[in-house]
């Protein structure tokens, strides 16, 4: 972020943030590894509460910078979202794609106790509200229109370039893991479309909640923590 203005901060800082944490985890897990207590081995349970508490604190803080317009366009944005979940299922219930159990397990600590109404909580929060804010801020907040006119805050949201649309539906399917990348790939495009319709950072937002949060109710039903 050296060079940017404050309003250029703003918009990247939160994802800065979440990605450093996300370093983090790998850090602690790969020294942590051959150890057998969770917090080197399993740094996730402990790295992803913190991440979500720092970036829900830097997200408050940061409010007045953004801007996310009055709210239109909610039954698009909800149809989009579901639309997104649909591609991110698909290739189980096309192709019969093995499960994927290997993740955050809020039961890791027990399934009748406090820690797993805090794991379960913060886990929902993070995924419902903390990563459609972080991510819809900075790729379609920011880098769709960064794209089109480095003075981005003149650049009407929403506004539509080839440009912009390719390289923001790919930078946002390689923040994912590689099994993700299809998938990503669709959505990010998605959700271009979704800025593009409804000219609406708010609309982005919902639109990415309503996947994460469809997503979730998959995940807790099937047991398939790898989907976190």
Same mark, same amino acid.
């Given at each position: ?82 639309? +997104? /979940?649909?591609?991110? @299922? #698909? ?5 019969? =794609? &093995? ?89 990010? +495009? /998605?959700?271009?479309? @979704? #800025? ?5 950072? =708010? &609309? ?25």
């Amino acid at each position: 972020m050296i060079g940017a203005d404050p309003h250029e901060k703003a918009y990247l800082a939160p994802l800065c943030v979440f990605l450093l944490f996300l370093l983090l985890a790998e850090l602690v897990r790969s020294l942590g590894d051959g150890y057998a207590h969770w917090v080197l081995a399993e740094p996730r349970y402990w790295v992803f509460p913190l991440q979500t508490a720092v970036c829900a604190v830097l997200l408050w803080r940061l409010r007045s910078r953004y801007t996310f317009g009055p709210f239109r366009g909610f039954g698009f944005a909800t149809f989009i979202g579901l639309l +997104a /979940l649909a591609v991110w @299922v #698909a290739p189980q219930w096309l192709f019969g =794609a &093995a499960p994927r159990t290997d993740g955050f397990n809020p039961e890791h600590f027990g399934s009748s106790n406090p820690a797993y109404f805090w794991n379960l909580s913060l886990r929902l929060l993070r995924m419902v509200v903390i990563v459609p804010l972080v991510e819809e801020i900075f790729w379609r907040g920011f880098l769709l229109r960064y794209l089109v006119n480095e003075d981005f805050s003149k650049v009407p949201f929403g506004t539509f370039t080839w440009r912009s649309f390719s390289i923001t539906s790919v930078a946002f399917c390689l923040e994912h893991q590689l099994a993700d990348w299809p998938a990503a790939l669709i959505t990010g +495009a /998605l959700f271009n479309i @979704v #800025a593009w319709r409804t000219r609406n950072l =708010a &609309a982005c937002v919902l639109t990415h909640a309503v996947t994460n949060l469809a997503l979730a109710i998959y995940i807790l039903q099937t047991r398939q923590w790898g989907f976190w």
